[in-house]
Every structure is written in C-alpha cells, then in structure tokens.
C-alpha cells in the first residue's frame, strides 16, 4: 500500500504587525455595505452609488457615495451629491462629510 503524498504547506512569512501600520480588517466589499447602511442611518439618505473606494493611511476606508438629495422631473435635472464616509478598521463610522453637489445630467468637465 502507497502512503498519501504530504499536503503542500506554503512557507510562513510571520509578518508582524507594527503599531504604525494599521492594517484594515475589512474587506473592501465589507467597507462599501457598512458605509452605505451606516450613512443612509445617520443622514436618512439612501444611497444611489458608490463612486470611490480607499484604504485611510491610519487603517479603514474612505467610500465615496453618491445620492439623490432632491428628486425632480425629469430625472435628469435631479440634484445629487457626493459624500465622503469615513470608517475605522473595525467598520464603525468615524467621519461623513458632503464634498459636491451637482445636477444628475451634468458630467465632470
């Protein structure tokens, strides 16, 4: 009888982690669904799109989102907005904040 060949072990790189460099927890994807829910909570907006996503130097993501803040027709002359939503490594909000508004059919120049 023929033993099993031994499983294949990536080699360990024990990494450590300094204080310094934060390093996210969360998954991008994880980021952009906490931002939205927990900025259509705080502002009682709901979110449209999401329109940027980064790593913050000190650990988190800053998602970018964009919604409707008054609806007209026809829809093309709704005004939107774009906001800023800041979380920290955990998910949790630490910063919201509007940085444009702008009419839906308008395109950036």
Known sequence: MTESPQPFLAPSNNVQETPEKSVSR???ADAIREA?????VVTGL??????GLRTRAEGGWSVLVDVVELARIPDSTSVMATYRVDLDASGELTA???LRRFTRGATDS
Do not use: D, I, S
């Open 26 to 28: 969360l998954r991008a």
């Open 36 to 40: 939205t829910t927990q900025f259509g």
């Open 46 to 51: 709901a979110p449209h799109a999401v329109t």
């Open 96 to 98: 919201c904040e509007r």
